[in-house]
């Protein structure tokens, strides 16, 4: 604490980040990074991006960005917003529509970033909590004052809210933004994205660091109509007009060129996420149904926290959180085949001794 610090970043308790160890041979499963690598024509966008005219500023509104995405989604470039990564987009969001409001609604259990973003911007939150199974009802969310948000998939349970339950909190405030984080949305779910053209309080976030395997690139979206866009471009062009640089913006155009590549991986996702709840159901874990590239698993016995320790004491990574009601489980991101099977040996060892 310094005498220099203003009254607000006093009060401020960052979020912290998952471990990025600096050791390459752990089985890392503990930030649902992709196992698998950026499309090869990602990277040769990249490399050829990599030239002189990086002596020159990108371009600060990476409008060709914006219409490849704009063509991907059958929307137009002005409802697209671009941003380094998507936590740099949420935090415009709560800047632009948010701030200093009473009473933003979100789950108990959901992305730790939104309560350090309140902090920031001075946002009252309304904690709502999940049912027991850890579902949203969309009931609980009607009557926002400052507006709603919450992760789909949510995070850390990778639990889904159908579309029409989504509809139904649109519905329910008209006056406000409803917020939905659609950070895992391509590992099952259907995107919110189809119901944008009916409702002008949805803001849609996506980003590029999960099923695009581009986490170390840092670029996120938003999707609404445009005078939400507008509203994040006003916020951004206060704060870094070129949040995207040269080669990012390259990497983020190919990634959504190269469709068959996207869903290919995706899907491999998707398989080897059925692998690994079978053999954690079949080592007593239970595990919640999951819609992303991790799942989020309670064994019946042996206490989370042990396990997790025993992993990394044997080279394998998860992420535990120490809170209220979820402090039982792990989050296990979706591996390859083979740091999966590194997992359930590693388990095994544990659990069957
Ligand atoms: C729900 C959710 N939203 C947003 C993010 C931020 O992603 P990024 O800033 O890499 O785009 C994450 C990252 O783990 C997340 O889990």
Redesign the pocket.
């Known amino acids: 604490m310094s005498k220099f610090w203003s009254e607000n970043t006093k009060r401020l308790q960052p979020y912290v980040?998952?471990e990025q160890p600096k050791f390459s041979n752990l089985v890392k499963l503990n930030?649902?990074e992709n196992p698998f690598a950026p499309s090869p024509l990602v990277l040769q966008a990249m490399h050829d991006a990599v030239n002189g005219d990086l002596r020159l500023y990108p371009d600060p509104n990476a409008d060709n960005l914006k219409q490849t995405v704009a063509d991907y989604y059958g929307l137009q470039k002005s409802q697209v917003f671009v941003g380094?990564?998507?936590?740099?987009?949420?935090a415009h969001a709560f800047a632009a529509f948010f701030q200093g409001k009473q009473q933003l609604l979100m789950p108990d259990i959901?992305?730790s970033?939104y309560p350090v973003y309140c902090q920031l911007y001075d946002v009252k939150p309304r904690v709502i909590q999940l049912d027991a199974q850890f579902a949203i009802n969309s009931a609980d969310y009607a009557g926002a004052v400052a507006g709603v948000i919450f992760?789909n998939p949510?995070?850390?349970t990778g639990c889904i809210l159908p579309l029409a339950m989504i509809e139904k909190i649109l519905q329910a405030n008209p006056e406000c933004v409803v917020l939905v984080?659609e950070?895992?949305i391509d590992f099952g779910g259907v995107s919110a994205v189809k119901l944008i053209a009916d409702y002008p309080n949805l803001l849609v976030?996506?980003?590029?660091?999960?099923s695009r395997s581009l986490?170390g690139m840092?670029?996120?979206l938003a999707l609404g109509q445009a005078e939400l866009i507008e509203g994040l471009e006003r916020v951004k062009n206060s704060f870094n007009s070129y949040p995207l640089d040269r080669v990012a913006q390259a990497a983020a155009i190919a990634a959504f060129k190269d469709d068959g590549y996207f869903r290919s991986t995706c899907k491999k996702v998707i398989d080897n996420r059925i692998w690994l709840t079978e053999q954690l159901r079949q080592l007593g874990f239970e595990v919640l149904p999951s819609y992303a590239n991790f799942v989020f698993a309670c064994h019946v016995e042996k206490a989370a926290e042990e396990i997790a320790v025993f992993l990394r004491q044997h080279g394998v990574v998860v992420r535990h959180f120490q809170q209220a009601r979820i402090d039982n489980f792990l989050r296990i991101s979706i591996g390859t085949v083979e740091q999966q099977q590194r997992l359930i040996a590693v388990l095994k060892e544990l659990l069957m001794k």
Do not use: C, H, I, W
């Not at 380094?84 to 949420?90: K, Q």
């Open positions: 980040p998952g930030t649902n380094n990564g998507s936590d740099e987009v949420l959901s992305y970033f992760p949510n995070a850390p984080d950070a895992y976030v996506q980003t590029l660091s999960k986490a840092r670029v996120g």
